[in-house]
């Protein structure tokens, strides 16, 4: 399992290409392919509005409010080469977010996490939950 932090306004991604088909899924590229987009948001909801249509734009094979179990519920899942949780977070409290994405890391449902937001919340996030 992989955690990924990534802000939307800085990544490298000068390895992608803007085929799909030569697109891997994996979470390194899919940030990429996130952070090479703009997205103009006043919340959460809008922020994953965004999300949804640059994966339809991009056809990538995506689930949105994924159930994990009856309390875990992730914003999207991009099945793949690897099944990458996408959370999105744009406000609350770090601790709590810390807590819910440990969680999410724990279901097999799911190989990767990304959590995607302001660079105040991705900067001050672990790349590394229990060993995952």
């Known amino acids: 399992m992989l955690l990924i932090k990534a802000s939307i306004s800085t990544f490298d991604f000068s390895f992608i290409d803007d085929s799909i088909e030569k697109l891997i899924m994996n979470i ?72 819910q994405i440990n969680r999410y890391v724990t279901h097999k449902e799911i190989d990767s996490i990304l959590v995607i937001g302001s660079p105040f919340w991705v900067n001050n996030l672990p790349t590394e939950l229990n060993g995952k």
Do not use: M, W
């Open 28 to 99: 390194e590229k899919v940030a990429a392919l996130i952070a090479k987009h703009n997205f103009k948001y006043a919340n959460e909801k809008q922020l994953q509005e965004g999300l949804e249509e640059l994966f339809i734009q991009y056809a990538l094979p995506f689930r949105r409010e994924v159930r994990l179990s009856s309390s875990d519920i992730v914003d999207f899942v991009i099945d793949g080469d690897q099944r990458i949780g996408i959370e999105v977070k744009t406000g609350g409290g770090k601790n709590a977010l810390l807590r």
